[in-house]
T-cell receptor
Framework: KAGVTQTPRYLIKTRGQQVTLSCSPI?????VSWYQQTPGQGLQFLFE???????NKGNFPGRFSGRQFSNSRSEMNVSTLELGDSALYLC?????????????????FGAGSRLTVL | AQKVTQAQTEISVVEKEDVTLDCVYE???????LFWYKQPPSGELVFLIR??????QNEISGRYSWNFQKSTSSFNFTITASQVVDSAVYFC????????????FGAGTRLFVKA
């Protein structure tokens, strides 16, 4: 079973540019969550998508956006990049079931996309 | 509001020592999940264990054990006879059902196991 695939793995951008990151979840997983990981702030929740709908959003400015496609693949976009956006962006997929369901809500993470903003 | 606190930033032990990683959580929900994840130096986060709020049974899996106590809102993780390969950052996480699926993580505890 293929894992969660994130592309690109590394990228360098300059301030003011925008970036799009892609995430392909595990087959059968319909929930995709995005996180930003930095040494100072740890793992910060960005948003979660399920069946093409954003169900939850973290405390990030509107420059951070995302979407999910009908095949559950997801993208996140950061516009007008700032130096502070340099981070590891992690995508995680999950089979989202009810309480007690085996594997429900367990996040399987991708390797991440490391963004450097110069 | 959800909150996960891992008060220990870094722990250093010598191989074969036992080590306990602490996790305290806050939630207003009666239905929730708790997790532990491991992030080795290679970087990829790996799931270790999940507990739901109705299951306070503690668990032992090999050298790992977990102690879930709702009365103190704690979900602690113990590694017995630690090994160098246990060196990693360990994250405690909380997932609630209210308002959609959202899992938040503690700040993580970096464990160094020295040979």
């Amino acid at each position: 079973k293929a894992g969660v695939t994130q592309t690109p793995r590394y990228l360098i951008k300059t301030r003011g540019q925008q970036v799009t990151l892609s995430c392909s979840p595990i087959s059968g997983h319909r929930s995709v969550s995005w996180y930003q990981q930095t040494p100072g702030q740890g793992l910060q929740f960005l948003f979660e998508y399920f069946s093409e709908t954003q169900r939850n959003k973290g405390n990030f400015p509107g420059r951070f956006s995302g979407r999910q496609f009908s095949n559950s693949r997801s993208e996140m976009n950061v516009s007008t990049l700032e130096l502070g956006d340099s981070a590891l962006y992690l995508c995680a997929s999950s089979f989202r079931g009810g309480i007690g369901r085996a594997g429900a809500n367990v996040l399987t993470f991708g390797a991440g996309s490391r963004l450097t903003v110069l | 509001a959800q909150k996960v606190t891992q008060a220990q930033t870094e722990i250093s032990v010598v191989e074969k020592e036992d080590v306990t990683l602490d996790c305290v959580y806050e939630t207003r929900d009666t239905t929730y999940y708790l997790f532990w994840y491991k992030q080795p130096p290679s970087g990829e986060l790996v799931f270790l264990i999940r507990r739901n709020s109705f299951d306070e049974q503690n668990e032992i899996s090999g050298r790992y054990s977990w102690n879930f106590q709702k009365s103190t809102s704690s979900f602690n993780f113990t590694i017995t006879a630690s090994q160098v390969v246990d060196s990693a950052v360990y994250f405690c996480a909380l997932s609630e059902f209210t308002g959609g699926f959202k899992t938040i993580f503690g700040a993580g505890t970096r464990l160094f196991v020295k040979a």
